[in-house]
């Protein structure tokens, strides 16, 4: 891998296959997925530093984990994270941190996938962990990586061309510019997205009538003083101020959230350290070290791609922080466009496969954009009441009625259905089997191998995950104690066929039985699914013969919606355009980004 940073000797490539206007997180992870499957990138990106006075994102929710698992990345993150994941795992709702007036309202326990230990529903999970510091593992991992050329203090300006190849246009500060010839291009480069505006798309959606206030501080006392025990979010519901604290590390460094702020408000230094103390309380040492004024957005892009380009993370949605959902969608585009990507580039996929990529992850965006605006009705400040602080019978009824109201918070800490329940039941590139999909729920995951759903996670009896024996490609997983002892290579040799002939990447392995006994079919729901790159089911059955054509439809080339028990009939291939989508419009203000 390269860094270029001086114009003078640049040496920035006058073509590429692939350029990632944007290197923060998705645009990162993309280049770094994209090499692991051979394919080389160049991703260009203004900054030169990571600047850990802004944090934003702080949660990696379990499936942003198990995909930088995947990476081999896993491990590093936990290391560089500040907060270990046995540090605190709970919300609380409290009336203030400190002294007597420190009531605890409610406790949302195991927030956001953190258990210690070994956890089930993913071979990871999760980490609070400030976004610089991840972003700062993947610049670490692309340095190290041969086929990521990363150029830094440089931005891409425009992306000009009807068909590829493209012009790219960069530059640096100086005005010094480049242009790069790429066969795809990729808009990782957040709400204000240049790709995005080169194509004329515009994010369409609302924003919140108030503004926040994100304030990083120091407080050598601030962890000794808190009455409520360690928790990674502490919610301060005040009548002075309303809003999130929470610790950034185990030395003194601290976050918080004022929330509901004019958004014409203008303030200051003094202002930030007193609204801090408003929270945490008066007797405090508050040194304030940034401050960071925001609205939450809830805009998503009408379409996520034109012919070779394609929008990935805040370029092609932008979500309100509530539930900490935003930068894993961001993730969880880049893992889907990857795959599909590489497949493309190395000349096996059809050309339903990178069709799907907005087909599938858009309704993903507008899910997530409902459910975090929905959060985003219930904040701090919604809750005030000055009766929560009272002393006596009085107090007590307000508090108690308090924590009933607070029951609405659940989805925001509590969502594994949200996190791993989506499922891509509709895309052409995936096989319906007939059979009900379960209803999506925010809070409750039910793991199912329904086609397009996550393939359910368990661990084998060796104590290794059923995820580690999922190959780079497509794996084929049985049930080995339906196989009667015969090799599973040989119960799906058509399997295997297909693969040689299409030049499909395809592994067939058995597993089973699991840890606890279950025979793997039994929650497969099917003696065997074929599982793609991403860890989604693409289809389930039991003949080996449909699960050789599922393959070709798994891979864009064959796309159908029958279901495996309706034989299709004999005809050409069809390839189906992506499903259109209504534009999800926020239901409180309109807006629309260029």
Same mark, same amino acid.
């Given at each position: 891998m390269a860094t270029f940073q001086d114009a003078a000797a640049s040496g920035i490539p006058e073509e590429a296959q692939v350029v990632i206007s944007g290197g923060g997180p998705s645009g990162l992870f993309l280049a770094l997925d994209l090499a692991a499957r051979g394919i080389?990138?160049?991703v260009i990106e203004p900054r030169t530093t990571v600047d850990h006075t802004r944090p934003r994102a702080k949660t990696?929710?379990?499936?942003?984990?198990?995909?930088?698992?995947?990476?081999?990345?896993?491990?590093?993150?936990?290391a560089a994270s500040p907060l270990p994941v046995d540090y605190a795992q709970d919300v609380i709702f409290c009336t203030g941190l400190t002294g007597p007036a420190?009531?605890?309202? +409610?406790? =949302?326990?195991?927030? =956001?996938?953190?258990?210690?230990?070994?956890?089930?529903?993913?071979?990871e999970c999760g980490q609070q962990v400030p976004q610089p510091v991840l972003e700062e593992v993947l610049r670490d991992a692309a340095a190290r990586n041969p086929l990521v050329t990363f150029v830094t203090g440089w931005s891409v300006t425009e992306v000009s061309?009807?068909?590829?190849?493209?012009? /790219?246009?960069?530059?640096?500060?100086?005005?010094?510019?480049?242009?790069?010839?790429?066969?795809?291009?990729?808009?990782?480069?957040g709400g204000s997205s240049t790709v995005r505006r080169s194509l004329g798309i515009r994010l369409e959606g609302g924003s919140a009538a108030l503004s926040n206030i994100s304030i990083l501080f120091r407080s050598s006392g601030l962890a000794s003083a808190v009455a409520l025990g360690p928790a990674v979010q502490y919610w301060v519901v005040g009548s002075e101020a309303?809003?999130?604290?929470?610790?950034?590390?185990?030395?003194?460094?601290?976050?918080?959230?004022?929330? !509901?702020?004019?958004?014409?408000?203008? /303030?200051?230094?003094?202002?930030?350290?007193?609204? /801090?103390?408003?929270? /945490?309380?008066?007797?405090v040492d508050i040194d304030v070290l940034a401050t960071d004024p925001w609205t939450a957005r809830m805009l998503l892009a009408p379409e996520y791609s034109r012919g070779r380009i394609f929008l990935v993370g805040d370029a092609a949605h932008l979500n309100p922080p509530w539930g900490g959902h935003g930068f894993n969608t961001c993730i969880g585009d880049a893992a889907n466009l990857a795959w599909k990507l590489a497949a493309t580039i190395t000349g096996w996929a059809g050309p339903a496969l990178l069709a799907s990529y907005g087909e599938e992850r858009r309704p993903v965006a507008a899910r997530t954009i409902s459910d975090a605006?929905?959060?985003?009705?219930?904040? &701090?400040?919604? =809750?005030?009441?000055? !009766?929560? !602080?009272?002393?006596?019978?009085?107090?007590?009824?307000?508090?108690?009625?308090?924590?009933?109201?607070l029951a609405v918070k659940q989805s925001e800490f509590d969502s594994l259905g949200l996190v791993l329940g989506y499922a891509y039941g509709d895309s052409s590139v995936v096989v319906p089997d007939g059979s009900p999909v379960p209803a999506e729920d925010p809070i409750r995951y039910v793991p199912s191998a329904s086609p397009g759903a996550l393939l359910p996670h368990a661990w084998l009896e060796d104590s290794t995950s059923v995820y580690s024996r999922l190959g780079a490609g497509f794996t084929l997983l049985a049930d080995a104690g339906v196989l009667g002892g015969v090799p599973a290579a040989e119960s799906f040799a058509p399997v295997l066929d297909a693969a040689a002939r299409l030049g499909i990447p395809v592994a067939v392995a058995a597993v089973g039985p699991f840890d606890d006994g279950t025979p793997p079919s039994?929650?497969?729901?099917?003696? &065997?699914?074929?599982?793609?790159?991403?860890?989604?089911?693409?289809? +389930?059955?039991?003949?080996? !013969?449909?699960? &050789?054509?599922?393959?070709?439809?798994?891979?864009?080339?064959?796309?159908?919606?029958?279901?495996?028990?309706?034989?299709?009939e004999s005809q050409p291939p069809v390839f189906e355009s992506p499903a259109s989508h209504d534009d999800f419009r926020s239901t409180r203000v309109d807006a629309v980004i260029p």
């Open positions: 080389p990138s160049i990696t929710n379990a499936r942003t984990m198990t995909h930088l698992r995947r990476l081999g990345l896993a491990d590093a993150l936990r420190a009531h605890e309202l +409610r406790r =949302f326990r195991n927030a =956001f996938q953190l258990v210690p230990g070994r956890y089930g529903p993913q071979p061309g009807k068909d590829a190849p493209y012009a /790219v246009a960069v530059a640096s500060p100086s005005g010094i510019s480049r242009t790069v010839t790429a066969d795809y291009v990729i808009g990782a480069d309303a809003g999130m604290v929470g610790p950034m590390d185990l030395q003194d460094t601290w976050w918080a959230i004022v929330q !509901g702020v004019d958004p014409d408000r203008d /303030v200051d230094q003094e202002e930030a350290g007193a609204l /801090v103390r408003s929270l /945490v309380g008066s007797d605006a929905a959060n985003g009705k219930a904040l &701090a400040y919604h =809750f005030a009441d000055p !009766g929560l !602080g009272a002393a006596g019978p009085a107090g007590e009824a307000a508090r108690q009625a308090a924590e009933q109201a039994e929650l497969w729901g099917a003696d &065997a699914v074929l599982v793609r790159p991403d860890q989604h089911v693409a289809w +389930r059955g039991s003949s080996a !013969g449909a699960a &050789a054509a599922a393959l070709s439809t798994a891979a864009g080339w064959a796309a159908t919606r029958q279901p495996e028990s309706q034989e299709p």
